[in-house]
């Protein structure tokens, strides 16, 4: 937005910086096989009894000092995403308001007619869906499903902070068949995520189906490439039946009261791996911490979520919730996004500037990221370099999210006189930062003050020099023309006489008399005058 300001006679133009928009910056997002998750099938399902206290607990949760509304549900086994995702939907909307979140439409296609796809949901305050495709060959010798990619991008950034999601739900089971159908899909995962290139922001979300990172498929993902997958949590080994490593796993949580897979938490089938772009804590990264199999405090091996209610990080309601609607638990993790700069004047020009007055504007240069804590944005690096009429710049400089910003003065120049203009350029080097480039147009006018008409050469002083240019152009030109009236004659010489002296000069100062000197050089002037006009 450009506003331009006037002050008495003092032109001033500005670019105001951009505000980011109203939402929380970082990520929660999660991935959850819900079993279905809703009753009964068909055109009007509604999730199971539960489902909603599950969900807001996951929004509720204090992680890294951050508790906010999910902004991704990646969904695996769901009937369609028009019934089954529509139910979530409006599940959410139904806590946090009509209209709050949105769903993929893409169909993934199975192997036979289960119905078994995955499919998303995301919140519109935070994040659009800019594209989604199903991919993959299915049969018996190949994937058992489509893959799924969305392609997302934060509110107030642009393409170069989106972010890619791999739904899959890999083929079950156990025998060297099964395996190879697990790895056949992982190889289409990975040949359409190298396509995307070097610097990708994407996750691997889904059912895995997987017992030990040995396995071929999940070696697959970790391959070198563009598209190179890493464990945000490095837990590698065998998982199945490893009471060592209960912290991780996700199936099954479920008691027995619902005809879901039983048998107790002793499996890590579902997760979230990553691309390095979202481990280097530039731009959009994956927050430390925060990846965690919801509900699971490692004391429910091989026993359902809902075992015992002692020492537990949710209460017993959520436990039983958790224990009821489905037979995998949802992986949760926290992403920060990308700074967003602001970059505007933080004080006004004053109403007149004179010849070498000293007048500086401060700058305000702030990380505006809307965040909970600090660690929920990127930092802002930033320059500041100035223009034109303009002094100051190569600053350099950074501000963290709720940093409050930093202050910067650039000064004007004011050692002539005339309209002057210059531009303040703020740009930020931060990975995918908003806002990243700031430029700043100034124009102001340097007066004169009171008495300035005589000051031919505008240096400042009415004196010698001036009186010099006078003479020159005396009946040549309109070089000393002080009255605006097309000729330089004996009018513009009392003007000059009149302002004779030091500027600058205030209306109630009193004009010095000319010296000696000068009243000397007038007459030899005017002598020599009068002697050429009578020949």
């Known amino acids: 937005m450009i506003r331009t300001l006037l002050f008495h006679g003092c032109v001033v133009v500005l670019t105001l910086g951009w505000l980011a928009q109203a939402g929380y910056a970082q990520l929660r997002i999660v991935t959850y096989n819900t079993a279905n998750g809703t009753f009964p099938s068909g055109n009007n399902p509604n999730p199971r009894t539960g489902m909603d206290n599950v969900l807001q607990a996951i929004s509720d949760e204090v992680t890294n000092g951050i508790a906010k509304p999910i902004d991704v549900l990646i969904f695996q086994e769901h009937d369609d995403p028009s019934t089954t995702t529509q139910a979530f939907v409006n599940l959410l909307d139904g806590i946090y308001g009509a209209g709050t979140y949105g769903r993929s439409t893409v169909i993934t296609l199975p192997n036979f007619t289960d119905n078994i796809r995955q499919t998303l949901i995301y919140n519109t305050n935070t994040l659009s869906l800019i594209g989604e495709k199903a991919f993959g060959t299915t049969g018996g010798s190949a994937a058992a499903r489509q893959s799924a990619r969305f392609q997302l991008r934060p509110v107030g950034y642009d393409s170069s902070a989106d972010i890619y999601i791999y739904n899959d739900h890999y083929k079950a089971g156990t025998t060297g068949t099964d395996q190879s159908r697990r790895n056949f899909e992982a190889q289409f995962v990975r040949a359409d995520a190298d396509a995307l290139g070097q610097g990708t922001n ?13 396995e071929a498929m999940y070696q697959t993902l970790l391959g070198a490439g563009n598209g190179q997958a890493f464990d945000p949590i490095s837990t590698s080994g065998t998982w199945h039946n490893n009471s060592s490593l209960a912290a991780v796993h996700t199936q ?3 008691d027995g009261s619902d005809g879901l897979v039983t048998g107790g938490l002793d499996d890590r089938f579902d997760f979230q791996l990553v691309t390095g772009e979202l481990l280097d804590n530039e731009g959009l990264s994956y927050i430390p911490g925060s990846y965690h199999a919801f509900g699971n405090d490692g004391v429910s091996y091989n026993q359902a979520i809902n075992n015992t209610f002692v020492g537990r990080s949710q209460t017993s309601g959520v436990l039983n919730d958790l224990a009821h609607v489905s037979d995998h638990l949802p992986v949760v993790a926290d992403y920060q996004l990308p700074a967003s700069m602001s970059a505007t004047l933080a004080s006004a020009l004053p109403g007149t500037i004179n010849l070498n ?11 505006v990221a809307s965040v909970l804590v600090a660690a929920g944005a990127d930092e802002l690096d930033y320059t500041l370099n100035v223009s034109g009429d303009l002094i ?22 004011t050692t002539t006189l ?4 210059g531009t303040i350029t703020v740009s930020s080097s931060s990975q995918s930062a908003a806002n990243s480039l700031v430029n700043i147009p100034i124009s102001f006018d340097v007066l004169g003050g009171t008495f300035l008409e005589a000051d031919f050469n505008q240096s400042g002083t009415v ?12 009946g040549v030109n309109a070089g000393g023309d002080t009255n605006s009236d097309g000729d330089t004659d004996g009018d513009d010489f009392l003007l000059w006489q009149r302002q004779v002296g030091t500027f600058p000069l205030s209306a109630s100062q009193a004009v010095p008399e000319p010296t000696t000197g000068l009243l000397l050089m007038i007459g030899i002037f005017f002598l020599g005058t009068r002697k050429g006009d009578k020949r």
């Open 418 to 421: 005339g309209m002057k203009s």
């Open 357 to 367: 007055d000293v007048v500086n504007l401060d700058v305000l240069v702030e990380n």
């Open 463 to 474: 004196d010698s020099a001036d009186l010099a240019i006078w003479q020159a152009a005396y």
């Open 392 to 413: 100051g710049g190569g600053i350099t400089d950074l501000d963290l999210a709720l940093g409050g910003g930093n202050t910067h003065q650039v000064t004007l120049d």
């Open 252 to 254: 099954s949580p479920h």
């Open 202 to 214: 994407a996750i691997y979300a889904g059912d895995y189906n997987i017992q030990s990172s040995s």
